[in-house]
């Protein structure tokens, strides 16, 4: 299995910043790469895929970068709706995996 | 817009199968375009990938799932079904059910299924 590790696990950011969360990839994945957004009791939300790619309906506020084995998502302009759980997925190979999350919170 | 909802029992005895349905809305399960799959995120822990159908009925699993797991697919209800046999107390945890297209695009909010006597 690829193993998908994220840093940090949680973050404190204040509204208005702007943050970048890492995924690093056992093993090259290409650009299978997708970022989704957790809230309690929410349906998780894909912001982006093929690394680099808005979702529909996506703020632009999101971004992702990266290739092969390292990826970050920028979000700028933190807002309150923003403070979520963010997870990495690769979609390169069976089974898809993901990374272990990180928490943005509030400061 | 697609959306996805998730149905079942929340409460299962150990040993015994988990069944749960995805009824989807918006969307067709028999479109060529997706898969229909199954994630599940223990309490405190990281999201797992269970698995997917395809329109064809071909299916994927997790290997580390492989041997208890089945998908299956009710097109003329626009369902997916997911069922674990020989359940412990390993196998609570929130289910989602979930469109799959360049990863998971779409998901549904997700039930708590816990395993206990």
């Known amino acids: 299995d690829i193993q998908m590790t994220q840093s940090p696990s949680s973050l404190s950011a204040s509204v208005g910043d702007r943050v970048t969360i890492t995924c690093r990839a056992s093993q090259g994945i290409s650009n299978y790469l997708a970022w989704i957004q957790m809230k309690p009791g929410k349906a998780p939300k894909s912001l982006i895929y093929s690394a680099s790619s808005l979702q529909s309906g996506v703020p632009s506020k999101f971004s992702g970068s990266g290739s092969g084995t390292e990826f970050t998502l920028t979000i700028n302009s933190l807002q309150p709706e923003d403070f979520a759980t963010y997870y990495c997925q690769q979609y390169n190979s069976y089974p898809l995996t993901f990374g272990g999350g990180t928490k943005v919170e509030i400061k | 817009q697609v959306q996805l909802q998730e149905s079942g029992p929340g409460l299962v005895k150990p040993s015994q199968t988990l069944s749960l349905t995805c009824t989807v809305s918006?969307?067709?399960?028999?479109?060529?375009?997706?898969?229909w799959g199954w994630i599940r995120q223990p309490a405190g822990k990281g999201l797992e990938w269970i698995g997917r159908?395809?329109?064809?009925?071909?299916?994927n699993y997790n290997p580390s799932l492989k041997s208890r797991v089945t998908i299956l697919a009710d097109k003329s209800k626009n369902q997916f079904s997911l069922q674990l046999i020989s359940v412990t107390a390993a196998d609570t945890a929130v289910y989602y059910c979930?469109?799959?297209?360049?990863?998971?695009?779409?998901w549904g909010q997700g039930t708590l299924v816990t395993v206990s006597s």
């Open positions: 979930a469109r799959e297209n360049h990863g998971s695009d779409s």
């Open positions: 918006g969307d067709s399960i028999s479109s060529s375009t997706y898969y």
């Open positions: 159908i395809y329109t064809s009925g071909s299916t």
